[in-house]
């Protein structure tokens, strides 16, 4: 399932998808990669945390494509490390409607083979946080399009990555997963 480079873990695109839960702010436990609302896909975001204004920038973005998203079968989730008080403060700069999970832990960060950062400083943070990360999972719960960065200035352009699972959607495409050859 995963091989290492450079001593960090990689999930290989193209095979299952690792089981991990996370907390909803309404007590609730939710499995990532499991959709939810009847679509068949999930894309899985994960993201700094409250401490990022980019973070908060790029999930009040994501709520613009949701009708995008929900249109190609796609269901979307946003994680991060942050603390149930951490996320609920957040909440008050965000403006959207797709659940929020929180409490990434980072045996799971590690698990997901995303980049991990300390903080500045107490000012930033009071915990080792994931950098942003994007996890698509299909219908047979495998991993089928994966963007990891190791800082806050490289993610997916929204318009682009919706206009791209549209069409990788189409069963008229055939297209498959890529980046699975094995070296």
Known sequence: MEFALGG????KAGERFPSITAQLLDGKTITLGKPQGGATWQAIFVYRGQHCPLC????NELEIYL?????SGVD??????D???QLKSHFEKLTVSFPIAYGLSEKQMKLLG????TPRSEKETDHNFAEP???IVNEKGDLHVVDIANNPFVRPELGALTRGLSWIRDPKNNYPIRGTFQY
């Open 8 to 11: 960090m873990m990689k999930l």
């Open 56 to 59: 908060t920038k790029y999930l």
């Open 67 to 71: 009708q995008d998203f929900a249109s």
């Open 76 to 81: 979307v989730l946003a994680v991060s490390a």
């Open 83 to 85: 603390s149930r008080e």
């Open 114 to 117: 995303l980049y991990i950062s």
């Open 133 to 135: 990360g994007l996890f």
